[in-house]
Structure formats: structure tokens, C-alpha cells
């Protein structure tokens, strides 16, 4: 069974500073990796992806990712946080082999202050 | 651009009515799949679908079925609708060649049954 987990419901962040929303997962076999953003009344938008090479991966609007797989992680990065950045980001998880669908943390709720 | 469209953004049903959520995708996508959002639980895998008239059950099946006549379209069904299906309903489609594996999300439905 595969799992995700996203111990944070919500991170506060002064806009301008770093922001780290936390991702760890749980797969047998390598794992593919994802985060999505998702705006008020939006479907899912897809930010980026880990599937194999590099360990840091960059994404889309400056959002990069950490695939640390001795700590069973791949936390979301923002070197300097926009009020434009809240919003309602998922952390997902497949492997390349067995089931097709992915498995979503519970998500984690960004709000950036001006 | 891949474009998932749902027929509904809000829909409100009776208890006991028979709901048609209708996903349509313009890629050719062989993958498509269903999953109701809750918050605090994430997104939920319902049903997907592999390829026309192949389907799977996912996390939490019961009390729906799915019918792909075609490949750019995927039909859930509550069979008979109760207040606990009430929720954020999304579809999402995936390719199978090259190394995309990420999905590509519908606005969703929200869908009230009272």
C-alpha cells in the first residue's frame, strides 16, 4: 500500500520570506512524486514532479521540490513567498508498476500575509 | 493544453435520485479516473478507468458505478444518491507514452444532497 502524509494542516508565512510545506511518503518500489496547487473553487493544477535524476526539481511560478529518500520526504519550496501563493497544495505519490491512480496526502492550506 | 471539462460546477440533488457526473477529455488520454475531495481527507480515489469499457474500483467504490462508452469520456453514477455523497467531485485523465505520468484535473462538481 502506498501512502502520503502532510503533518501540517495550514503554514503561515509573511510574504517575502521562505516558505516549506512538508510532504513524507510511504511506496514499496521507487516512487513517482508530485504536488498540485489548488485555488479557491479550482480543480487541481499540477506544480511538478519527481520521477528519477536530480533530487531538487523546479516547478512552476519559482515552486521547487526536495526528494530526500533516506528521510522518505519531498517537501514543496518558495525561496520568497507571494500573497498570491495561498491557496491549498497536495502531495502525491504512484509507483511506475501496479496501481495506476496516484494517493494524495490530506493537503496542507498556505496562507501568505501581506 | 489538455482540457478536462466536467459537466457541472454545482449540482443539488435529492436523496434517493440518480446522479450523472459527466468528464469529458480532449488528449486522447487513456487514463481517467474519479475522486471525491473532503477536507481534512484529501482526495479519494472512487473509480478509474484504463481504457473504453475497462474500469477499477479505487479506495472507496461503493455506492457508485462508472461507464466509459468512449475514450474521452468517463461517467460516474450514484446510483442512488444519500447526504454522505454530498462532497467536491473531480475528474482527472493521464497519458501513457512518453514520461508525463502527471494527471490533469477537471474544475470539479459539488454536489449537495439533501
Known amino acids: 500500500a502506498q501512502s502520503v502524509a502532510q503533518p501540517e494542516d495550514q503554514v503561515n508565512v509573511a510574504e517575502g520570506n521562505p516558505l516549506t510545506v512538508k510532504c513524507t511518503y510511504s511506496v514499496s518500489g521507487n516512487p513517482y512524486l508530485f504536488w498540485y496547487v489548488q485555488y479557491p473553487n479550482r480543480g487541481l493544477q499540477f506544480l511538478l514532479k519527481?520521477?528519477?535524476?536530480?533530487?531538487l526539481v523546479k516547478g512552476s511560478y519559482g515552486f521547487e521540490a526536495e526528494f530526500n529518500k533516506s528521510q522518505t520526504s519531498f517537501h514543496l519550496k518558495k525561496p520568497s513567498a507571494l500573497v498570491s501563493d495561498s491557496a491549498l497544495y497536495f502531495c502525491a505519490v504512484r509507483t511506475g508498476t501496479g496501481r495506476r491512480a496516484l494517493t494524495f496526502g490530506s493537503g496542507t492550506r498556505l496562507q501568505v500575509q501581506p | 493544453d489538455v482540457k478536462v471539462t466536467q459537466s457541472s460546477r454545482y449540482l443539488v440533488k435529492r436523496t434517493g435520485e440518480k446522479v450523472f457526473l459527466e468528464c469529458v477529455q480532449d488528449?486522447?488520454?487513456?487514463?481517467m479516473f474519479w475522486y471525491r475531495q473532503d477536507p481534512g481527507l484529501g482526495l479519494r480515489l472512487i473509480y478509474f478507468s484504463y481504457d473504453v469499457k475497462m474500469k477499477e474500483k479505487g479506495d472507496i467504490p461503493e455506492g457508485y458505478s462508472v461507464s466509459r462508452e468512449k475514450k474521452e469520456r468517463f461517467s460516474l453514477i450514484l446510483e442512488s444518491a444519500s447526504t454522505n455523497q454530498t462532497s467536491m467531485y473531480l475528474c482527472a485523465s493521464r497519458g501513457t507514452s512518453g514520461y508525463s505520468y502527471e494527471q490533469y484535473f477537471g474544475p470539479g462538481t459539488r454536489l449537495t444532497v439533501t
Open positions: 488528449m486522447d488520454h487513456e487514463n
Open positions: 519527481y520521477i528519477t535524476g536530480d533530487n
